[in-house]
Every structure is written in structure tokens, then in C-alpha cells.
């Protein structure tokens, strides 16, 4: 009797086990299912996300950026346990009715006038600029990652903030363009550029392979900087910051012009628009005044088949991807709001 009774004990034990081991399997499962199905969204990493809405480099738009993503142009990468979100577009893709350029980048909502002004910031890393173009062409090897952009008159931008770096160097340059607010019709239109870290927009090769010098004070691929956009009563202050690089800061006005005469007109614009017809015009006075502007941040791409001879493939995406014709921009932290009272030194 004892013995059958220890065996009854047993084969219960063993039971109770086995049971107890399925739920604990079944609760590990559970768990593992539960934690693939966490996601993390642009929207989460930046959460200013409900103020923009977004052109992805295969003509794909969305207004609602709130958990939203789109594979291969915008989505969020882990790296060292910080969070980014990525910007990515192909040289040649679908883009807006007003350029030649793919980009994947968000617009603002909200749009202003200089004299109300905004504030953008971004902290952001470069990862890839196209490595296919032609040296001789300002826009080659480039991707602007910050603008404003007028909505209506001429439609121009008095703010472009660029990266750009040729093939064969490690570091390139941060600079930031001014385009005029061209009087009368827009023929004459042309960019001012301003070096922040490196070149200018103007510093280009002696033929199609053949490069500059390369910057000594430039941003590597994959190198943390900053920017802070203001515009504050008209008039824009910007900051740039980078650990290791100096801090550089600019004032500009948007409602007063700095090239209203042709004696305004910088060599440098002589120099890049010597061959074009656009370039060489004059703005009108009151430059962005009374003009409705807003913000836009991500990656534009400029290295376009039309104006820098990149290679493309025919436009397949996939294949631009795998040979260097794209622009691949990862933002950490980033920022848009009301102006502030700039600081004073």
C-alpha cells in the first residue's frame, strides 16, 4: 500500500511539473511576443512630429507623422542605445512640382511671416552624401538639412543649410545659402553661400573628377553637430555648434536686402552664375518681408542626374541605394516653435 501510494505521489509530481513547466514556456512566449511587438516610431524619438507633415523620396506624402513610418525613407534606427530618426532619398526618385530634387523631408504646418518669426533646431549626423556627380557642379556630393522656404511671390528660400563632401576626402563642409528674394520676375535669382565649417558653396573641382583641397575644419561623415534656426522680428540668427569645432554664429535680416543694387551683387555670385541665366539679378528691398514662410528639416537631396551628372540606374531605387547615388541624414533630437528674444553678448 505505501508503495502504491509513493508511486500515485510520483506520477502526480511528475505531472504537476510538466504543467508547470508549459505555463512557464507559455508565459517565456508570451513575453518574447509581447516585446517584438513594441516598435519604436520617428514620432517616438521626436515628438514634435504632429507639426509637420512629410515627401518621402518615392513621391510618397503623409500628413499624419504620428506613428508613422515609411521602410527605407523614414524610419528609426538604434545605435550605442540613442535612438535616430532617418532621413533617406535617392538621387533620382519622385519629387515636388518646384524642383529637380528627391528629398525626404518634413514641412511645417504652421507657416509665418519673418516679422513673427519661429525657431528650428536639429542634432543631427550626415551618414552618406551621393558619391557619384561632376566636381564642376556646386550641388554634386551635397543634401540640405534645414531651409525655409517662402509659400508664396517667387517661392524662393532664404535659408538652406547644406552638407556636402566629395568622394575621396574624410571630411566635408557645413554652410548655409541665402537665395534673393529676386525683384520683379525671378530670372535672375541667385544663392549667397556662407561657410560654416569647410567650404562654400562656390569651392568646387577643376573638371568632372578632379577635387579641391580638402576642408581642415570639416564634418566627417557620421560626425554629431547642431543648428539653431531664430528668426526673430525679421531678422534670423543662427548657431551652429560641434564638439571639437568653434561655435559660429550669424545674423541676417529677411526684411531689409543686402543686394537690392547691382554694385550688391558678391564676386562670388559673379563667379558661380558667370554661365547661367539665372544669377546676377537684384531683390527687392524689402527682401521676405510680409512674406508667408515656414520651416522644413530632414534630407533634400541636391545631388539630382540633371544638374550633376549622377549616376542613377535607370532611377531603380534599390540600385541607387546599393551604389552611393543617395543622402542619408539621422536626426537625435530636434525642435520647432515660437521665436525667442535672441541672447545678448
Not at 74 to 103: H, L
Not at 255 to 268: G, L
Not at 312 to 325: A, F, L, M, P, W
Request: hydrophobic letters at 30%; proline letters at 3%; one cysteine or more.
Amino acid at each position: 500500500m505505501k508503495k502504491s501510494l509513493f508511486t500515485i505521489f510520483t506520477v502526480l509530481a511528475l505531472v504537476a511539473c510538466k504543467d508547470n513547466a508549459k505555463t512557464n514556456s507559455d508565459t517565456t512566449t508570451d513575453t518574447t511576443e509581447k516585446t517584438e511587438e513594441i516598435k519604436t516610431y520617428p514620432s517616438d524619438v521626436l515628438p514634435f512630429m504632429n507639426k509637420w507633415s512629410i515627401l518621402c523620396g518615392d513621391g510618397t506624402k503623409e500628413e499624419n507623422l504620428v506613428n508613422f513610418e515609411h521602410e527605407g525613407f523614414f524610419y528609426v534606427e538604434n545605435e550605442n542605445s540613442t535612438d535616430w530618426v532617418v532621413y533617406k532619398t535617392p538621387n533620382s526618385g519622385i519629387t515636388s512640382r518646384t524642383s529637380s530634387n528627391t528629398r525626404t523631408e518634413m514641412g511645417q504646418k504652421k507657416h509665418w511671416i519673418p516679422e513673427e518669426g519661429g525657431k528650428l533646431t536639429g542634432t543631427l549626423k550626415v551618414q552618406h552624401v551621393s558619391t557619384t556627380g561632376d566636381a564642376t557642379k556646386a550641388s554634386s556630393y551635397s543634401v540640405v538639412i534645414g531651409q525655409i522656404h517662402s509659400d508664396e511671390g517667387h517661392e524662393n528660400e532664404p535659408l538652406k543649410i547644406y552638407y556636402k563632401k566629395f568622394p575621396s576626402h574624410t571630411k566635408g563642409s557645413v554652410f548655409w545659402n541665402y537665395e534673393i528674394n529676386t525683384e520683379g520676375d525671378n530670372i535672375g535669382r541667385f544663392d549667397y553661400s556662407t561657410a560654416v565649417w569647410g567650404h562654400d558653396f562656390s569651392v568646387v573641382g577643376t573638371d568632372a573628377t578632379n577635387y579641391p583641397e580638402e576642408p581642415e575644419n570639416g564634418i566627417a561623415l557620421g560626425e554629431e553637430f547642431s543648428y539653431e534656426v531664430n528668426v526673430h522680428k525679421g531678422i534670423m540668427y543662427l548657431n551652429f555648434t560641434s564638439e571639437g569645432h568653434e561655435t559660429i554664429t550669424f545674423t541676417k535680416s529677411l526684411i531689409e536686402s543686402e543686394f537690392a543694387t547691382r554694385k550688391d551683387i558678391p564676386e562670388q555670385v559673379k563667379t558661380v552664375y558667370a554661365n547661367r541665366e539665372k544669377g546676377g539679378g537684384v531683390e527687392r528691398k524689402t527682401a521676405y518681408a510680409g512674406e508667408i514662410n515656414y520651416f522644413k528639416q530632414g534630407a533634400y537631396n541636391q545631388a539630382n542626374p540633371k544638374s550633376t551628372k549622377s549616376e542613377v540606374y535607370g532611377g531603380d531605387i534599390v540600385k541607387q541605394y546599393e551604389n552611393g547615388s543617395y543622402a542619408e541624414v539621422w536626426f537625435k533630437d530636434a525642435t520647432v516653435g515660437e521665436s525667442t528674444e535672441p541672447t545678448k553678448k
